[in-house]
């Protein structure tokens, strides 16, 4: 793909009139959990600070090609799961819990990660350049924070999961949602 993007906080648009119409150019059938928190609940917890959302756009012509939103988040992550040279980067910026033998820190969780399925598919932005624009994000969050961990919660999909094993990312845990969704957790040292 020899398309360039550019990468725009939607703090940028978020009083602009041309917002909604943006937005409503988005389409994920394949997930409608991402075209729904785009839609209706990406402004209200930017606003509140609960999260960031960030646009992708193409630079040939302008059309949304995706978008991811980060926050910031504590995690609990048993030590067993770990291996020694991963125990010793989270215990720098961690609390070891003797009684259960987990760490809990905060870390950069990129909350949503979704392509723009309206385009056509020549088009579409492909997922681990998507995945890497998230990241250097949060790569210079922590040069003015600091931090260590980076992690995100996928459904229990071999796709997924093999997606998110091939951009470096490990499980941890998993969780079951309200909606009896289970979750799993994977992270990776920045």
């Not at 988040?73 to 040279?85: D, E, G, H």
């Amino acid at each position: 793909m020899s398309e360039k993007y550019s990468v725009v906080n939607i703090r940028a648009y978020i009083d602009n009139e041309e917002l909604n119409d943006i937005l409503m150019s988005f389409s994920c059938p394949i997930n409608h959990d991402v075209e729904k928190f785009l839609l209706h609940n990406s402004v209200n917890f930017t606003r509140k600070d609960q999260s960031v959302t960030y646009l992708v756009f193409s630079e040939d012509n302008f059309e949304l090609a995706g978008y991811f939103s980060i926050a910031v988040k504590p995690i609990s992550v048993l030590a067993s799961v770990l291996s020694n040279s991963m125990r010793r980067k989270i215990s720098r910026v961690s609390v070891l819990n003797e009684d259960t033998s987990t760490y809990t820190a905060s870390a950069y969780f990129i909350a949503q990660l979704g392509k723009n399925f309206a385009l056509p598919e020549d088009k579409r932005i492909n997922g681990s350049a998507l995945l890497n624009m998230a990241h250097d994000i949060i790569f210079h969050a922590k040069y003015f924070l600091g931090g260590v961990i980076e992690f995100l919660e996928c459904e229990d999909k071999p796709q997924l999961m093999n997606f998110y094993h091939q951009n470096g990312f490990k499980f941890f845990n998993s969780r079951i949602t309200q909606d009896n969704v289970n979750l799993n957790q994977l992270l990776r040292f920045i």
